[in-house]
């Protein structure tokens, strides 16, 4: 408990590393034996450990008051609306980069993988509080804020990119056509794009995750 306490950021990262990667494993080693839906909870149970280390770690570290304003964050809503354009048209444009980058890398051709109730149900879950699939309490709420310490804002958005692209990794090991390392590299140059912005937005908007 002391060591956590001492480098609750280092635990935050081995820890979201550790338990992410040890869900996603089946996906890497196991391949076709795991069906779609088994894939889809697999992938939704990962992307969901840092929120929930970032949390837990509040609670231990800070105490509840800090763990009661953490959470509070999910409930600022009263925001400029160009926020909440920002944050819709954001991740659309740099999704529709991957793609075009992917192309002009000479990638594979890219499809949803799934049907449209299921494309539906996966953007319900990722507008859920958190966001991004329930990650972004974990990386934006406590994880930025710490490296922010010290930091400006777009220094601390560069040293947590790679951190979160590289998080993602074991998805472009699962054989698939299109976890081809061109699509790889396409995301990291998004998510570095991507973190900026969305350190942008925290900032602006008090802090909401």
Known sequence: MSLVKRHPLITFFVLTYALAWIIESPLVFLRDS???????????????????LGIVLTAVVLGRGALRKLLG??????????WYL?????????????VGLNTLLGGPALSLGMPILGVAFFL????????????????????????????SALSASLLLAPIWAL????????????????????????AIALSVILTW????????S
């Not at 839906?37 to 929930?52: C, I, R």
């Not at 329930?134 to 709420?141: A, D, V, Y």
Request: glycine share 12%.
């Open 34 to 52: 795991v069906t779609d839906a088994q894939g889809l909870v697999l992938v939704m149970l990962a992307s969901n450990v840092p929120s929930v």
């Open 124 to 151: 319900a879950f990722s507008i859920f509080p958190g966001s991004a699939l329930g990650e972004e309490i974990g990386w934006r709420g406590y994880a930025l804020p710490r490296l922010q310490a010290g930091r």
């Open 73 to 82: 964050r999910l409930l600022i809503w009263r925001v400029n609306p160009l």
């Open 86 to 98: 920002v944050v819709v048209l954001g991740p659309v444009a740099l999704a529709g980069g991957v």
């Open 167 to 190: 998080w993602h990794l074991p998805l472009w090991l699962t054989g698939k056509p299109t976890s081809t390392p061109t699509f790889y590299a396409a995301f990291v140059v998004s």
């Open 201 to 208: 937005v925290y900032n602006s908007t008090g802090g909401a």
